[in-house]
C-alpha cells in the first residue's frame, strides 16, 4: 500500500486548508484510515480517524469543530479539511492506515504516508 498526501501550504491564522491522502495497492484490508501531525520539537500526535464504512469518526480534541475528516471512496482518497487554522496547527501531516479506530489512534498504522508541511502564519 502506497499512500501520497498532499495539499500541504501556507495559510494566514482563521483560514483553510484541505488536505488529501491517496491510496494505492492492496488496500483491502485498510479499514481506517487517519491522520496524524508532528510539529517541531514535539511528538507525533493523532489529529482524526475515518472508518471506511464512514461509521465510525474520531478526533483529537484539539481539532474537534474545526477539521472534518471524510473520504472519497472512488478515489481511494480521504481528505481532512481544515478551517479556522491556528498557528499551533503548523506541522507535517502525515496519513495513515489501520485496522480500526481505536488502535490507529494510538498510532498502530500498517501504513505511513509522507508528510506534507502545513504553515500557519499569525
Known amino acids: 500500500v502506497q499512500l501520497q498526501a498532499s495539499g500541504g501550504g501556507l495559510v494566514q491564522a482563521g483560514g483553510s486548508l484541505r488536505l488529501s491522502c491517496a491510496a494505492s495497492?492492496?488496500?483491502?484490508?485498510?479499514?481506517?484510515r487517519g491522520w496524524f501531525r508532528q510539529a517541531p520539537g514535539k511528538d507525533r500526535e493523532f489529529v482524526a480517524a475515518i472508518s471506511w464504512s464512514g461509521r465510525s469518526i474520531d478526533y483529537a480534541d484539539s481539532v474537534r469543530g474545526r477539521f472534518t475528516i471524510s473520504r472519497d471512496i472512488p478515489k481511494n482518497t480521504v481528505l481532512l479539511q481544515m478551517n479556522s487554522l491556528k498557528p499551533e496547527d503548523t506541522a507535517v501531516y502525515y496519513c495513515?492506515?489501520?485496522?480500526?479506530?481505536?488502535?490507529?489512534?494510538?498510532?498502530?498504522?500498517?501504513?505511513w504516508g509522507q508528510g506534507t508541511l502545513v504553515t500557519v502564519s499569525s
Open positions: 495513515a492506515t489501520g485496522g480500526n479506530t481505536a488502535g490507529l489512534r494510538i498510532g498502530v498504522a500498517d501504513y
Open positions: 495497492g492492496r488496500t483491502e484490508s485498510s479499514y481506517v
